[in-house]
């Protein structure tokens, strides 16, 4: 009786992901994946397993989902550009890569609202809000790194999150019950990936 050969869950998560997000958003050579090794302090850790580059909410939810069915650990990144280490990948995890998701879901409305996705760069924010929400020196980061690393920030009124299981959950604060949405500012991936965030641009961020 002849066995079939065992396919590592590796092997397996890389091409799933493939199919999801494209081959050419799922980086695996170790020369490229060298970039990702580092971040705003040019930190070096392992290389990541692969970097996984989706570029809409259902290819996150997707290439997770994927991630827990191969029980293969994920670390968020966007810009790469923080200087506390939560964006660098530990052996064996694999990087989740926001950087594709730029765009502006919904415009401002009359309440200054505006829902964007991770990726928007916090210079483009910067020009369309009346609020400073950065030094210039940390302009280079993405709306979503900066929101998953600052605790407090009343500014941010909804979001649409993946969870650790690849389900896509939407929570808004003004809803009753716990504040998720507040809980989210400064959790630095841990409660998940927000792939749509809702933002109040004018006043204090």
């Known amino acids: 009786m002849q066995t079939q050969p065992t396919i590592e869950p590796g092997t397996e998560l890389i091409a799933r992901a493939r199919l999801i997000c494209g081959t050419q958003h799922v980086l695996t050579d170790p020369v490229v994946l060298s970039t990702y090794r580092s971040d705003g302090i040019k930190r070096d850790g392992p290389l990541p397993l692969a970097a996984i580059l989706p570029g809409s909410a259902s290819e996150v939810a997707g290439v997770v989902a994927a991630c827990a069915d191969a029980e293969i650990a994920w670390t968020a990144r966007g810009a790469g550009t923080s200087t506390s280490g939560v964006a660098l990948p530990a052996a064996g995890q694999v990087l989740i890569v926001l950087t594709r998701m730029r765009r502006i879901l919904r415009g401002r409305d009359a309440d200054g609202e505006m829902t964007l996705e991770p990726g928007v760069p916090l210079a483009a924010l910067q020009r369309l809000s009346a609020a400073r929400w950065v030094s210039e020196a940390g302009l280079a980061g993405t709306v979503g790194g900066h929101v998953a690393l600052t605790p407090g920030l009343g500014a941010l009124t909804a979001l649409e999150l993946v969870d650790r299981e690849g389900r896509l959950v939407r929570f808004d604060s003004r809803a009753p019950g716990y504040d998720v949405v507040g809980a989210f500012c400064g959790s630095r991936g ?16």
């Open 190 to 205: 841990r409660a998940g990936i927000a792939v749509s965030l809702s933002l109040r641009l004018e006043g204090r961020p």
